[in-house]
């Protein structure tokens, strides 16, 4: 597990319009269509109307917004994309799984996450909800998923190495919450996971609180033994009958998993 660094104080005073326009852009991004009005923006960012109108018009003189309709409403445009493009990544997310993932979103239809650990949780590195008709959800790169409660945290956890799942389980457990008394319950603990190394894949039916009407299942991503990441496929609850989903949608995501882990061995890691 990668060690996190502290980052020193800089000593260079924060340059608050860029931070508050970066701000704007980060809810825009995560707004239906990258389109939202001024008040829906000033609420998302905690920034005064007054001052997100500016923003967004400094924005649109550099192109990176434009106006929609009769000009209430700001959208992104294309210039924003723009400005990843000199981004080149290195590791197996960008060179292995990111193309897979796109690969084989006709087939699954539904949006799927890639998720690694980080401490208690699992975090989204690759995501084609922004691609799916039937995603609910856009900008998923970066969120963090509760590990025992979560399809992606349970494939993970089951087929992770031991020194890991120890280690994860041990934080988990000195939690003063309700994913450590979770974690506490070792019986149960023990009990999910080898249900899930049992049936080959994770599943959440909404124990996730806060997405109480998302139904998931997910599959561990192997580099040699042990599982390095896991990746999910999510469905609005009651939408596809659990029968569906294990008949037709759980072998189609085993064939990712199984490509991506594959190109994590071959070399892409």
């Given at each position: 597990?990668?060690?996190?660094?502290?980052?020193?104080p800089?000593?260079?005073?924060?340059?608050?319009?860029?931070?508050?326009?970066?701000?704007?852009?980060?809810?825009?991004?995560?707004?239906?269509?990258?389109?939202?009005?001024?008040?829906?923006?000033?609420?998302?960012?905690?920034?005064?109307?007054?001052?997100?109108?500016?923003?967004?018009?400094?924005?649109?003189?550099?192109?990176?917004?434009?106006?929609?309709?009769?000009?209430g409403?700001?959208?992104?445009?294309?210039?924003?994309?723009?400005?990843?493009?000199?981004?080149v990544?290195?590791?197996?997310?960008?060179?292995?799984?990111?193309?897979?993932?796109r690969?084989?979103?006709?087939?699954?239809?539904?949006?799927?996450?890639?998720?690694?650990?980080?401490?208690?949780?699992?975090?989204?590195?690759?995501?084609?909800?922004?691609?799916?008709?039937?995603?609910?959800?856009?900008a998923?790169?970066?969120?963090?998923?509760?590990?025992?409660?979560?399809?992606?945290?349970?494939?993970?956890?089951?087929?992770?190495?031991?020194?890991?799942?120890?280690?994860?389980?041990?934080?988990?457990?000195?939690?003063d919450?309700?994913?450590?008394?979770l974690?506490?319950?070792?019986?149960r603990?023990?009990?999910?996971?080898?249900?899930?190394?049992?049936?080959?894949?994770?599943?959440?039916?909404?124990?996730?609180?806060?997405?109480?009407?998302?139904?998931?299942?997910?599959?561990?991503?192997?580099?040699?033994?042990?599982?390095v990441?896991?990746?999910?496929?999510?469905?609005?609850?009651d939408?596809?009958?659990?029968?569906?989903?294990?008949?037709?949608?759980?072998?189609?995501?085993?064939?990712?998993?199984?490509?991506i882990?594959?190109?994590?061995?071959?070399?892409?890691?």
């Open positions: 597990m990668t060690r996190t660094v502290a980052a020193e800089s000593q260079y005073k924060e340059v608050r319009g860029l931070t508050r326009g970066l701000a704007v852009i980060r809810a825009m991004n995560g707004m239906a269509g990258g389109i939202g009005s001024v008040l829906e923006v000033a609420r998302a960012t905690g920034i005064h109307r007054t001052t997100v109108k500016r923003l967004l018009e400094t924005l649109k003189a550099e192109g990176l917004v434009d106006h929609r309709d009769d000009g409403t700001y959208a992104l445009t294309f210039e924003v994309r723009r400005l990843a493009e000199g981004y990544g290195g590791d197996w997310i960008d060179t292995v799984a990111a193309p897979a993932m690969a084989h979103l006709r087939a699954l239809s539904w949006p799927s996450d890639l998720a690694t650990p980080d401490g208690c949780d699992m975090v989204v590195r690759e995501s084609t909800h922004r691609q799916s008709m039937l995603s609910q959800h856009r998923m790169i970066g969120v963090r998923i509760p590990m025992l409660v979560s399809s992606l945290g349970r494939a993970w956890l089951a087929h992770c190495g031991e020194t890991a799942r120890e280690a994860t389980l041990a934080m988990l457990r000195a939690r919450d309700a994913h450590g008394a974690a506490r319950d070792t019986r603990i023990a009990r999910l996971l080898a249900e899930t190394r049992r049936r080959g894949y994770a599943l959440n039916t909404g124990e996730w609180a806060s997405q109480s009407d998302v139904t998931a299942i997910a599959c561990p991503v192997f580099d040699g033994p042990d599982a990441a896991a990746v999910n496929l999510v469905f609005m609850r939408v596809v009958p659990l029968a569906e989903i294990r008949a037709r949608h759980v072998p189609l995501l085993r064939s990712l998993a199984r490509e882990s594959d190109g994590v061995v071959a070399g892409g890691r």
